[in-house]
């Protein structure tokens, strides 16, 4: 944990968030901001602040994460998504705790990739 991160506290209840999914390792809620009908977090509860910081110890997390996510789109009926993690600032990385944009809810016109 760290004490000043934001998405430490929200895992914490000390900031509210509209929460999707919970168990003991991970959290989803819906962005506060969203860019897409549907804009959720996916985060582990972990303080782990970027995925370029991640360690090998850290993969078994990591794998469980990545199936995370599939899992809660296929249970928001989500179809197609887009998962997005910024690492660092020059990619837009504005909250240093790891987590995966999933956006979806609508058609993508602009194809990034
Ligand atoms: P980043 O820019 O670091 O990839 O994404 C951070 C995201 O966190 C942004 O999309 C922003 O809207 C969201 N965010 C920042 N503060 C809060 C908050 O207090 N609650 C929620 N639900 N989302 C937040
Ligand atoms: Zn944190």
Known sequence: MSQECIFCKIVKGEIPSAKVYEDDDFLVF?????AAP?????????HVARLS??????????GRFMLLIGTVAREQSL???RLIINDGEGAGQTVFHLHAHILGGSRFSEKLL
Do not use: C, E, Y
């Open 38 to 46: 549907v804009h959720l977090l996916a985060i582990p509860k972990r």
């Open 79 to 81: 179809g197609s998504f």
């Open 53 to 62: 910081g991640a360690q090998t110890q850290d993969a078994d997390l990591l």
């Open 30 to 34: 819906k962005d506060i901001n969203p």
